[in-house]
């Protein structure tokens, strides 16, 4: 008994979409993973950020933090919650954003040649009906813009700090 086109479909319509994007930074990887998971440094490298609303603590599963992002013109609240923080390998948490679908993210970190190699994922499943669309097209290329602003940012951010030195 074959798949439908429809039941393929409805599955392609509801499957999970997951951004990943990597740089080699130049700084030692466990200097840059200290700085970028030190939430006294968020406001150096992430993109659009207002001002950090809570983040008192960034290194247990269940920490969470409260940022406000500015989004097409107007301050939007990002929750965010700590799932798995391993020291100098990988960091996880969820993120929730009102009028945009849930996400999963992962931040890898790994030591090349004595730089940092950081690998940024971002995983969301599109909402259901009109907003499917929407969450397909706009809320992918937005994630992706601040993704690669991220990683400018760091590789500006740590290009400088070598330069102070």
Do not use: K
Not at 23 to 35: E, H, I, K
Not at 85 to 97: G, I
């Amino acid at each position: 008994m074959g798949v439908s086109s429809s039941m393929m479909r409805r599955h392609r319509e509801s499957a999970p979409i997951r951004l990943e994007l990597e740089r080699c930074l130049p700084v030692p990887m466990r200097d840059g993973f200290d700085y970028i998971t030190d939430p006294a440094n968020w406001a150096e490298y992430w993109p659009r950020l207002v001002r950090i609303v809570a983040a008192e603590r960034w290194r247990e599963p269940g920490d969470g933090a409260g940022l406000v992002l500015r989004m097409l013109g107007r301050e939007v609240e990002l929750q965010m919650e700590l799932v798995r923080f391993e020291p100098y390998r990988l960091v996880e948490y969820t993120s929730e954003q009102r009028g945009l679908p849930a996400a999963r993210h992962w931040r890898h970190f790994d030591e090349i040649d004595d730089a940092l190699t950081y690998r940024i994922a971002v995983e969301y499943t599109p909402r259901p009906g009109w907003r499917r669309a929407f969450d397909q097209l706009l809320v992918r290329r937005a994630i992706e813009r601040s993704m690669r602003e991220t990683l400018a940012n760091l590789d500006r951010r740590f290009r400088e700090r070598a330069a102070v030195r």
